[in-house]
């Protein structure tokens, strides 16, 4: 949703750092460390398609293990769900999708080119070929993608890709609260693929067509206590960015006004990152009333009610909504966590670093294990085992080659904690574990480094 803003949050906010970095940064270390790649380069890339490399795969599986340990494994009150990417079409017609998931689009008659109305900087001036007079009027453009089911292709087999995950929620609340045996309050979560035919993708990994959601959807009864829950869940959310060490002053909680949020909703709260373009949106925070329920109720004509035993009464839950989009938070991890700083060695000598603050459940790799040399057979075995034994309670990589280089690659990957196995370690079997952001240096019995380690970077 992107709205004007005219409250905001911490004190921060209303001095916005200038962008440690820019995406161009961003998208260059991503693509020369092996996190993100456009989608099938080779034929000339498809917009708003992106492919996570052997360490975006991690660190993206590490946000959502993040998220679904503290929105599920931590709490009873909220269930496990995986629904199917293509539903019933009238779904999308009950969900409001197929009248009103529209954005408004302009042509330029002059370069061919597409935009969102909302994107165009300079009104009546196409953003591309620079002509003034020649975009059309904004017309509705629907951002579902079709595809067809079976073996033909007649619209009787049209389908769409859900743009949401949380419609398999809503359709499926019953088979889930009587099976699960829970009654309201109580939350159902899934992570899952979402598809949006958006205009204009672009921001990286930022807008794009294919992409993760992360949504809870916790029913409450009508019992008068609906806002102080939708509250609590804006306090986790709050918390769960805290805990995984997203800076708060680029990070700010925007209130919907009354006029900004759907008429059925009692609140709502935009959950932003300050991305090196601007203020960009992560999460959406809602109280969605008994709106959606209500609307598969209608047009299904099935009765998703929640039938209480104790007072033998039948009541549609109030829904408070928390989606968070997994592709956008990964982004916020890698943008937040990377500096470029100048470091001085002990002779005094300026060099410069790139560096990724990873918080260490977030890091892909958490422990580095190198050899002094690569062509000592003695020390490389040692690392090898010793990377071996470290491998149950931490993610490790085993490297080998310039000393100053493995730093310097594990310091633009993100890595914690960098393990040397030198000379002394075949004496005294003890090993120099250097600290990413202090850059100090301990020797460590190395029957001690996964406890030592541990302490540092916690639980796998
Ligand atoms: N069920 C509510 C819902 O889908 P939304 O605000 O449309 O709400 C939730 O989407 C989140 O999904 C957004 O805050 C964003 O993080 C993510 N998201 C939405 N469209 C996206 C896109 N085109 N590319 C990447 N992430 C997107």
Not at 112 to 141: N, S, V, Y
Not at 166 to 183: C, D, H, L, P, S
Request: net charge negative; aromatic share 10%.
């Amino acid at each position: 949703m992107t709205l004007a803003r005219n409250t905001v949050e911490m004190a921060a906010e209303s001095s916005p750092q200038q962008p440690r970095v820019s995406m161009e940064e961003i998208a260059a270390l991503a693509k020369r460390r092996g996190f993100m790649f456009g989608s099938s380069e080779i034929y000339g890339g498809i917009g708003g398609f992106f492919d996570y490399g052997p360490l975006g795969a991690i660190l993206k599986r590490n946000v959502k293990n993040a998220w679904w340990r503290a929105t599920v494994e931590l709490r009873d009150d909220v269930v496990a769900f995986d629904s199917s990417i293509i539903m019933h079409p009238q779904t999308w017609v009950a969900s409001g999708h197929v009248a009103a998931f529209h954005d408004k689009l302009v042509d330029c008659r002059n370069c061919k080119h597409r935009f969102r109305a909302d994107h165009i900087p300079t009104p009546g001036k196409c953003p591309d070929c620079g002509m003034t007079g020649t975009l059309t009027e904004p017309r509705d453009f629907n951002l579902m993608l079709k595809t067809s089911v079976g073996p033909m292709e007649d619209s009787a087999a049209m389908a769409y890709l859900r743009p949401e995950t949380a419609q398999g929620i809503f359709v499926n609340f019953k088979n889930i609260y009587q099976t699960a045996r829970k009654r309201p309050p109580f939350g159902i979560a899934q992570i899952g693929k979402s598809f949006r035919n958006e205009i204009t993708p672009g921001n990286f990994t930022y807008r794009m067509r294919e992409f993760e959601q992360a949504e809870l959807e916790y029913f409450v009864p009508d019992d008068g206590n609906d806002v102080a829950c939708y509250e609590a869940w804006v306090a986790a959310r709050k918390q769960w960015y805290a805990d995984y060490g997203v800076r708060p002053e680029r990070l700010r909680f925007y209130e919907l006004l009354p006029h900004e949020r759907p008429h059925y909703a009692k609140a709502g709260t935009d959950v932003e990152y300050l991305f090196p373009w601007g203020w960009g949106e992560l999460e959406s925070i809602a109280h969605r009333g008994t709106y959606d329920l209500d609307a598969h109720m209608q047009l299904s004509g099935k009765d998703l009610q929640f039938f209480d035993e104790a007072s033998k009464s039948h009541y549609t839950p109030i829904l408070i909504e928390s989606s968070a989009g997994m592709d956008r938070t990964t982004l916020t991890m890698l943008v937040d966590a990377y500096e470029n700083e100048t470091i001085v060695d002990d002779a005094g000598k300026e060099t410069r670093r790139v560096v990724l603050r990873f918080h260490p459940q977030i890091a892909p790799i958490q422990v580095g294990v190198f050899p002094l040399a690569r062509n000592k057979p003695e020390l490389v075995e040692r690392a090898r085992t010793i990377e071996g034994s470290l491998r149950r309670s931490f993610r490790t990589q085993y490297d080998e080659g310039n000393v100053g280089q493995l730093y310097r690659r594990q310091d633009e990957i993100g890595t914690p904690a960098c393990i040397m196995v030198d000379y002394e370690t075949l004496g005294d079997a003890t090993v120099t574990v250097r600290d990413r952001d202090t850059m100090r240096q301990d020797r460590v019995a190395t029957d001690q480094l996964v406890g030592y380690l541990g302490e540092r970077l916690g639980e796998r």
